[in-house]
T-cell receptor, first 106, second 114 residues
């Protein structure tokens, strides 16, 4: 099955810094999505990037996709304490990893 | 438009009991997927229902079952509960099936098995 695996598992930064998370997957995809989860709650969809796109922006979020390396990265610029959450990538129904736990210190 | 709702939000059961969780998707969404989330295991896909039919199933024992009604509402049932079934159960709805579009998640049901 397709599997998204996020890296690093945990990331701690100061407010105002940028945060970069990576995702690797194993099979070909139609699209890749990033989600955020705050402390044991439901997941919130952040951004979807299609397999024919290489980069996509949404506010302070920038996602890149490299299908040749089967990897994606999520960049959060000018991070805020409210960005503290777990971030997951997904390439379909079966595909969530364990996420990257981001902590933004005020 | 109302979001995905899940009931109950919290549940405490004992080993051997069974439990039924409910999920109401966003109006117009016909696909409902269920996930189990535990520390260390991350999010694991249970199954997906579309038009009242199970379309996809994850690697879970037969104690985990589900169904979808004509109004797209879905229920998940776990029989003969085990301690390891303690988890956050999330459901997600989407317009189409198969993971090609955005999934919208509910707040989850926190199940504790004692």
């Amino acid at each position: 099955s397709q599997q998204g695996e996020e890296d690093p598992q945990a990331l701690s930064i100061q407010e105002g810094e940028n945060a970069t998370m990576n995702c690797s997957y194993k099979t070909s995809i139609n699209n890749l999505q990033w989600y955020r989860q705050n402390s044991g709650r439901g997941l919130v969809h952040l951004i979807l990037i299609r397999s024919n796109e290489r980069e996509k922006h949404s506010g302070r979020l920038r996602v890149t996709l490299d299908t040749s390396k089967k990897s994606s990265s999520l960049l959060i610029t000018a991070s805020r304490a409210a960005d503290t959450a777990s971030y997951f990538c997904a390439t379909g129904r079966l595909t969530f990893g364990e996420g990257t736990q981001l902590t933004v210190n005020p | 438009k109302a979001g995905v709702t899940q009931t109950p939000r919290y549940l405490i059961k004992t080993r051997g009991q069974q439990v039924t969780l409910s999920c109401s998707p966003i109006s117009g969404h016909r696909s409902v997927s269920w996930y189990q989330q535990t520390p260390g295991q991350g999010l694991q896909f249970l199954f997906e229902y579309f038009s009242e039919t199970q379309r996809n199933k994850g690697n879970f024992p037969g104690r985990f079952s589900g169904r979808q009604f004509s109004n797209s509402r879905s229920e998940m049932n776990v029989s003969t509960l085990e301690l390891g079934d303690s988890a956050l159960y999330l459901c997600a709805s989407s317009l189409v099936r198969g993971g090609t579009d955005t999934q919208y998640f509910g707040p989850g049901t926190r199940l504790t098995v004692l």
